[in-house]
């Protein structure tokens, strides 16, 4: 009982989590084709920042009860679909805490000083969109380990 | 493996649909502090609109499909209650979604075009749309409930 309320907790956090992230790109894309002076772009970095920011705090809930689930299966993290989903786990957390994050706070500075047509906005905004692909592709691969279980 | 690849699809199918239905309240909440002349609403509940009839929708329809598909592979009887009973209420929410939640979106977004959001129309609309989501909500979490505990 206690393992499948971690589960179903687990389940929740990840459809949370990942699917606040999966709506960022497609805010922000419809954000910059709105009107030029930025006022959407501002509210839609705004809007995507605080719901990173319950991404995050879900995220590292994910990894408590994640670690839960391994120590109450009776897991060991020999599995490739354990120790492998972790490590890409990691990765991606780190590629948004560390990289996208302070991309989008620098972006949302740029636009309040200097406009929607700067060309540093411009280049962010390309490596921010490059890096949410990754983050999302390695997403997809976790959901993988996940659920096909590879030994 | 084909199991496997039909699991995979269902799972990352839920997290889109149900992911994109629990970001609708936060944006439009957020559009609400917006400034008076509702351009950040209006800019919000057409990104949910977009949201909502091109990705979450069709996510729904094609996790009726999968999950269908599932049973049918895995040769899991139709009598068991996580499988009769989450796939009735997964056709109520899409039913929800559909009949009630879109055509409420699509009013709200006429009415502010046309009487700003300080409206009372707008404001009951905008209460009903987030009474809806609250719903639609608890039916996909007792869904992922069922799907977890497998009852039957």
């Known amino acids: ?151 | 493996m084909l199991f496997t690849i039909l699991k995979f699809l269902h799972v990352w199918l839920a997290i889109i649909a149900v992911g994109y239905n629990a970001a609708y309240g936060m944006i439009i909440a957020r559009a609400r502090a917006g400034g008076i002349d509702g351009r950040e609403m209006r800019f919000a509940l057409h990104t949910v609109k977009f949201m909502d009839d091109y990705v979450a929708n069709p996510c729904y329809a094609l996790l009726l499909i999968t999950g269908g598909a599932m049973v049918y592979v895995s040769g899991y009887p139709w009598t068991l209650k996580w499988i009769y009973l989450s796939l009735g209420l997964l056709i109520l929410a899409f039913a929800i979604a559909i009949v009630l939640y879109s055509p409420t979106l699509r009013r709200q977004i006429e009415v502010l075009e046309t009487s700003g959001p300080s409206d009372p129309e707008f404001l009951k609309l905008s209460k009903r749309g987030g009474a809806l989501g609250g719903i639609l909500g608890v039916i996909v979490i007792a869904i992922v409930a069922l799907m977890v505990f497998k009852p039957v």
């Open chain 1, 1 to 151: 009982m206690l393992y499948n309320t971690l589960k179903f907790l687990h389940i929740l956090l990840a459809i949370l989590a990942v699917g606040f992230v999966m709506t960022f790109g497609l805010i922000l894309s419809r954000a910059e084709k709105a009107d030029t002076d930025g006022r959407e772009l501002k509210f839609a970095l705004q809007t995507v920042g605080f719901m990173s920011m319950i991404a995050n705090i879900c995220f590292v809930l994910l990894v408590i009860v994640g670690v839960g689930l391994v120590q109450l299966g009776g897991f060991t993290w020999a599995p490739m679909w354990i120790h492998g989903s972790a490590g890409l786990f990691l990765i991606a957390f780190s590629i948004g805490i560390f990289i996208l994050g302070p991309i989008g706070k620098r972006r949302l500075a740029i636009l309040q000083s200097r406009g929607p047509s700067d060309p540093e906005f411009i280049k962010l905004s390309k490596r921010s969109a490059m890096l949410g692909a990754l983050a999302g592709l390695i997403t997809l691969v976790i959901i993988w380990l996940m659920v096909a279980k590879p030994v």
